[in-house]
């Protein structure tokens, strides 16, 4: 019967309903519970998770809505109180765990942090614009909220650049004198601090945000604080410190002054038990036992959540792949308290992102320097938006100044607001370039297994964006420094097999430098993808110096200071360097004289000839009145002081007589030569004097030259000569000859060239004489010193090097600001291609900058 009845019932009109799958939806429902996520931008969103959802889960609902490539190095924290991340409640701050269940964790309605975990090493080594962009937003966070401390001079730095990344170019008419007073740059912002802040600004012209975040990472990288998780705690006398976890290993703080370093290479192990923390390092070969440090905690919750954040750091910087959690791993009571370990590893997301050779994405870009008076509710007005072809600014409806994100290179006459740092940085850390070498010819690489073909084309200034290091002794040529353009086809840590078909490994620094700087057109690179970072070590493992000189006290804020803080930021940015390239290496002005018949054959180099405005002429020369010299004055802004200088070629055999004619004429007592007689068995000067104890040289009808004296003083000889004339008159000539600078190259010992220099000043001779510079000179002549006379092989590469540092340092000591780009083209405008080359611009800009951070401008 009730067959009959169902068959009857179904075989018409039906239906159905699945109660049991409705309950499980019902179920699901009452499982899922919401969590804010609050981003580094001050925007935030919510996210619903089922109840059991692990970390791993919310993880990945964050990178997705941000379509954050580079996840590896960020997290989520959460406090135990709700209240957000800060210097003072430290203590209760977490890191979401991925492998537990979120609501273990934080319970209902949690509230999460968006922040950087893992702050890398370099950081212009991520592929992701955007990924640098929230960098700068955390790092910024940090050092408002005092996590992160600064110097003054670098936190105002720091500013500036977040300045011109928000706002753009300075402008005259919208930026007036308070337009500063609006925005949170610093604790405890002053009046000063913003004039600083806005003279710095002005400086940056032509950065794109993108550029300007560039150079706020490559200082903030320096700092001791930076990528320091820190942790409270005593040492063994019970005084209070810090012991921080960063890439390279473990630091200790106290006061706020890094005072050991422990690298990851010399730590054995790191344990916990209790409340105390313990570092074993490495036995020495000279030592019969194990070194264990210990740190009392303030609970044994610290002490774990010290020993877990070590593990994590020790495995994402140091490790190729994630270890494996042990076998008996779940079983605590029987293995211990388990290790964490992290999902990938920084290889692993290097590799990722070069495989992926990710092109940078359209993204918004929000002000992170909040109004002083807007309540933390409102969003930023500011909106600055990126993508790969540029960066542009909006504010309030207004459009941007159209200069600050051209695509144009600068004007070469725009230097109306103080023009030493480089308008565009677009490659940052250019190459190094030496004197002589042969051009390659382009052909086609061969291919490997392993290799990528890469073709660069050159950019309006001719470069191709990118930097090498290594080449020689068997090191590989590594690429080291890659300009944003340029990123979509290297990435930092490349190395380069061939170059135009040529084969690199034979080749020295200087000579693959060389061939990538002759190549015209096309570059050719085959190169081999290499994700690991191996930083570079000198001695022990510490991080950079911070290139931005410390206030000085007694003259901080003055114009020397702040030129000494441009110069370091030219330096460590590279814009010093690219901006030198800029300059020309000889003006549009005559140079008849040298190209007459009978003097060409006394020019050493063709291509090297005095300016005919500014040339050396001699009244009683034994073969004419030319000789392959040029007078130099430099002047010393604010004093009646003008150093004075004669720059020539070393003598050749058959000019011996003219150099010591110029010598008499000129009242000079005091030669510089900066070269050996031969380098690399070529010749470089002619030795124009006598040997001690042989019989004068008679360089003229008129003149005989004598030796007295000779002292090797290690990187310099001294020389006391004696220069005669057929009249009976005499003068006695010092010659200091520098033997510590090859030509293929820089000192080693910047200091000793400091030193030489410093002599060299001592030495002028003091009496009054008017070397004629110009013969139809309109204006009043003024009585100068008689000239050093300065010389190397051709006269313009070291020569010029030792000018520029010799004026730098008497402007250092009369407290008068230093712009090195200055000098040069100074100097230029009076002798062609003086300093002939970047590595020796570098060096002296280096030098000087060593030289005043050790206090010499405290000397005088």
């Known amino acids: 019967m009730i067959e009959s009845v169902s068959r009857r019932a179904f075989s018409s009109s039906s239906g159905t309903y699945n109660v049991r799958a409705s309950e499980l939806a019902r179920e699901r429902k009452l499982n899922i519970f919401n969590v804010t996520v609050l981003f580094l931008d001050d ?34 924290q959460f406090t135990e109180n709700g209240s957000p991340p800060s210097a003072t409640n430290t203590e209760i701050t977490r890191w979401l765990d991925s492998s537990k269940s979120v609501k273990k964790q934080v319970g209902v309605n949690a509230q999460f942090w968006l922040s950087v975990r893992f702050y890398p090493p370099e950081p212009c080594r991520l592929a992701e614009e955007f990924t640098r962009y929230l960098l700068c937003l955390q790092l910024r966070k940090l050092l ?35 337009y500063l007073s609006e925005l949170c740059l610093i604790p405890k912002q002053s009046a000063e601090d913003e004039r600083r802040i806005r003279e710095l600004h002005k400086l940056h012209k032509g950065q794109s945000p993108a550029d300007a975040e560039a150079n706020f990472l490559e200082h903030a990288k320096r700092l001791d604080c930076y990528g320091v998780e820190s942790h409270s705690a005593k040492d063994y006398s019970g005084k209070d410190i810090l012991i921080g976890v960063t890439s390279i290993g473990i630091v200790v703080f106290q006061n706020n002054i890094r005072v050991n370093t422990f690298s990851w290479s010399k730590i054995v192990k790191i344990s916990f038990k209790k409340k105390q923390f313990f570092i074993q390092l490495k036995r020495e070969s000279s030592e019969s036992y194990d070194t264990v440090l210990g740190f009392n905690m303030r609970s044994g919750r610290a002490a774990k959540a010290l020993w877990r954040c070590s593990v994590e750091r020790h495995g994402f910087f140091r490790l190729r792949a994630p270890r494996r959690r042990p076998l008996l791993g ?131 200034d001719g470069r191709f964006g990118f930097n090498v290091r290594g080449g020689g002794n068997n090191t590989p040529v590594l690429v080291s420094r890659v300009a944003p353009r340029t990123r979509a086809h290297l990435q930092e840590g490349d190395q380069v097999i061939s170059i135009n078909g040529k084969d690199v490994d034979e080749m020295t620094h200087d000579q693959v430098v060389q061939m990538i700087r002759n190549t015209k057109g096309v570059l050719t690179l085959l190169v081999k993808p290499n994700a690991v970072y191996e930083p570079e070590e000198t001695g022990p493992e510490e991080p950079a110096v911070c290139f931005v000189p410390l206030g000085s006290g007694q003259f901080e804020g003055d114009a020397l200071e702040q030129s000494m803080l441009l110069l370091g930021d030219g330096l460590a940015s590279g814009a010093a360097l690219r901006q030198y390239e800029t300059l020309l290496r000889r003006l549009p002005e005559e140079s008849a004289v040298a190209k007459l018949p009978n003097n060409v054959n006394k020019n050493r180099y063709r291509d090297i000839a005095p300016y005919d405005s500014t040339r050396v002429i001699l009244k009683n020369g034994p073969t004419g009145d030319y000789i392959n010299a ?68 008679k360089t003229s009808n008129s003149l005989t030259v004598l030796t007295n004296s000779e002292q090797n003083l290690g990187h310099y000889i001294r020389r006391e000569l004696v220069l005669k004339d057929n009249g009976g008159a005499s003068r006695a000539i010092t010659q200091l000859q520098y033997t510590a600078w090859p030509d293929h190259g820089v000192p080693e010992d910047s200091a ?109």
């Open 330 to 460: 779940a079983l605590g009571a029987l293995a211990g308290v388990t290790a964490p370990t992290v999902a990938r590893t920084e290889t692993q997301a290097l590799e990722d992102a070069r495989r992926s050779r990710s092109s940078n994405r359209s993204f918004v870009r929000r002000s992170s320097s909040r109004n002083r008076d807007r309540s933390a509710g409102e969003s930023p007005a500011l909106v600055v938006t990126s993508s790969a072809r540029g960066s542009k600014v909006t504010g309030h409806g207004e459009p941007p100044p159209r200069q600050a994100w051209s695509d144009a290179p600068p004007l070469e006459n725009e230097d109306s607001d103080g023009g030493f740092l480089e308008r565009s940085l677009a490659l940052r850390v250019p190459l190094s370039y030496v004197d002589e070498s042969e051009s390659e010819s382009a052909a086609e690489p061969e291919q490997d297994s392993e290799a990528v073909c890469v073709r660069l084309s050159a950019g309006p």
């Open 43 to 76: 925007t935030q969103q919510s996210f619903q998770i089922e109840k059991k959802a692990k970390g791993s889960t919310l993880l990945e609902l964050v990178f997705q809505h941000l379509d954050l490539i580079e996840k590896d190095y960020f997290g989520l």
């Open 144 to 178: 408002l909220d005092g996590r992160m401390i600064a110097p003054r001079n670098t936190a105002l730095l720091l500013a500036s650049f977040t300045v011109q990344a928000e706002l753009g170019d300075y402008n005259t008419t919208e930026h007036t004198n308070s």
């Open 630 to 697: 040029s007078f130099i004055n430099m002047e010393i802004p604010n004093s009646d002081l003008v150093l004075t200088y004669i720059a020539t070629q070393g003598p050749l055999a058959s000019t011996v007589g003219d150099f010591w004619q110029m010598v008499w004429e000129s009242e000079s007592s005091l030669i510089v030569m900066l070269t050996v007689l031969a380098e690399r068995g070529r010749a470089k000067c002619h030795q124009y004097w006598p040997k001690v104890g042989t019989n004068p040289l």
């Open 752 to 860: 000793a060239f400091i030193d030489f220099t410093r002599l060299c000043s001592q030495l002028r001779n003091h009496r009054a004489v008017i070397p004629t510079v110009v013969e139809e000179m309109t204006e009043e002549e003024r009585i100068l010193e008689p000239p050093m006379i300065v010389h190397c092989s051709a006269g313009v590469g070291r020569t010029g090097a030792l000018i520029l540092a010799e004026t730098a340092l008497e402007l250092v000591a009369r407290r008068q600001p230093l712009y090195p780009l200055d000098l040069v083209r100074t100097m230029r405008t009076q002798r062609p291609m003086c300093i002939q080359n970047a590595s020796q611009y570098k060096f002296v800009c280096e030098s000087i900058q060593a030289a005043y951070s050790q206090g010499l401008s405290q000397d005088n």
